[in-house]
């Protein structure tokens, strides 16, 4: 084998072996401190989207900025154990799993960020009421990294700090008993909920806000989230439910 073959084939096994997302906007992730991030199953007309949610979130909240350290576009598509039905979650957001540093991990699913349908899928379903008015795929990243927020104050609560490694018993509380089990959420959307005389679990709740909304306490925060990031005039309930949750983000650090 000649010197001048070796190299070809160096040059061909190196770019089948390149496994790193180089797209300018992996690398302007990776630049705000997002370590893990690959956005080649996402079409390159959301991925601008997602930056600029993430920079905005990132400047409006910079305690994300330590915990956000994975962004991946997969098929996250699964069948449920208990129905049988095909669940196909547009993106989730949720701790790392036990024994590594601990941080948020966003997983975009590429089912719906892959194809060019996804803006009109969005647009209808916040037309029927399901999600908070004008979601797009970019709001759908100021939900998920509401779920972060909400991360963060479990987080606080449980002492567990971002990069470190928590017991067994801390991560349990921090990530079964309080950010699955909707621990501080439930508070701050009560408290909202009574600011403006509004039953949660209402057809009221869900025409303030959305029907996703009304799920769960955890989905209510991320949707307001989404909308008070999302819009220039948010309606009064998302509006409420983000006061009350830097209200409480400000207590929980002592700051009131
Ligand atoms: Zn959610």
Redesign the pocket.
């Known amino acids: 084998m000649s010197e001048s073959n070796d190299k070809l084939l160096f040059g061909f096994l190196n770019t089948n072996n390149k496994s790193i997302d180089m797209s300018p906007e992996a690398v302007e992730l990776r630049n705000m401190g997002v370590n893990n991030v690959d956005l080649r199953s996402c079409l390159p007309q959301y991925r601008i989207g997602i930056v600029t949610a993430v920079k905005e979130m990132f400047n409006a909240h910079p305690e994300l900025r330590g915990q956000l350290n994975t962004i991946k576009c997969d098929n996250l598509d699964r069948v449920c154990v208990k129905t049988g039905r095909l669940l196909s979650p547009y993106a989730t957001?949720g701790p790392v799993n036990k024994g590594v540093p601990f941080g948020g991990v966003l997983k975009i699913n590429s089912k719906h960020y892959g194809s060019r349908m996804f803006p009109s899928k969005l647009k209808k379903n916040s037309e029927d009421g399901l999600f908070v008015p004008n979601t797009t795929p970019q709001s759908i990243i100021y939900?998920?990294l509401?779920?972060g927020l909400h991360l963060e104050i479990c987080s606080l609560n449980t002492g567990v700090k971002n990069g470190s490694i928590p017991d067994n018993a801390s991560y349990d509380e921090l990530v079964i008993n309080q950010y699955m089990g909707d621990a501080h959420a439930e508070e701050i959307v009560e408290q909202a909920c009574a600011d403006l005389g509004i039953e949660f679990e209402s057809r009221d709740f869900s025409e303030n806000l959305s029907k996703y909304g009304r799920s769960d306490y955890?989905?209510a925060l991320?949707e307001a989230i989404a909308e008070v990031f999302n819009s220039k005039n948010p309606r009064p309930l998302a509006q409420a439910i983000y006061n009350r949750l830097l209200q409480y983000l400000k207590r929980m650090r002592g700051e009131i």
């Open positions: 957001y939900h998920e509401g779920h955890g989905e991320a």
